[in-house]
């Protein structure tokens, strides 16, 4: 694995080192050992699939409050998606910046997002799917989000959104 830094301090972007022959494919997408290296030693307790069926449909800004901040480690496994994570950490120089990337099936790049970020995506393609890996359980009382379209925050989204939850929708601005 090749571990990019981003912009924001302690957001990477993960490049697979793809062996190829005439059976297919391998990718190593997870190794304790070499995320150490980058001084994760945390323990995934979750992994999630989320799918939408639906080109343009957006999902987020989501975290979760303290105690119960996670870091996520995201990949997308079919399609495509812009995956977009925001630095809500206080004391961080990069303090509500955003991030966003491309992650698809055909690229295989992931995307470590550390505890204090808001995490959302828009489905480029019809047919998307993400595989989430959590290092905090799902804590319902301590769920939360920011809105998709916060004007603070300026994401440009690549298309108009096609599908929202009523839920993500009503988050409120910064």
């Not at 957006?58 to 303290?66: D, E, I, K, N, T």
């Not at 961080?92 to 505890?115: A, C, Q, R, V, W």
């Amino acid at each position: 694995m090749i571990f990019e830094r981003t912009p924001l301090e302690g957001l990477y972007l993960l490049k697979p080192n793809i062996l190829r022959d005439q059976r297919g494919l391998f990718v190593r997408t997870f190794c304790k050992r070499e995320f150490a290296k980058i001084g994760f030693n945390k323990e995934f307790v979750q992994f999630n699939h989320s799918f939408s069926s639906k080109k343009g449909t957006l999902r987020g800004m989501h975290f979760q409050l303290a105690p119960f901040t996670e870091t996520k480690l995201i990949r997308c496994v079919e399609g495509r998606v812009w995956d977009v994570a925001v630095d809500l950490r206080k004391d961080s120089e990069t303090y509500l910046k955003h991030f966003g990337l491309e992650l698809s099936k055909e690229n295989m790049f992931s995307i470590l997002i550390p505890d204090g970020f808001a995490h959302g995506f828009q489905t480029l393609e019809d047919n998307s799917a993400l595989i989430y890996h959590h290092t905090e359980y799902y804590t319902p009382k301590v769920d939360s989000g920011i809105r998709y379209n916060d004007p603070v925050l300026d994401i440009h989204w690549p298309l108009p959104v096609s599908s929202i939850s009523e839920k993500d929708a009503k988050y409120s601005s910064l």
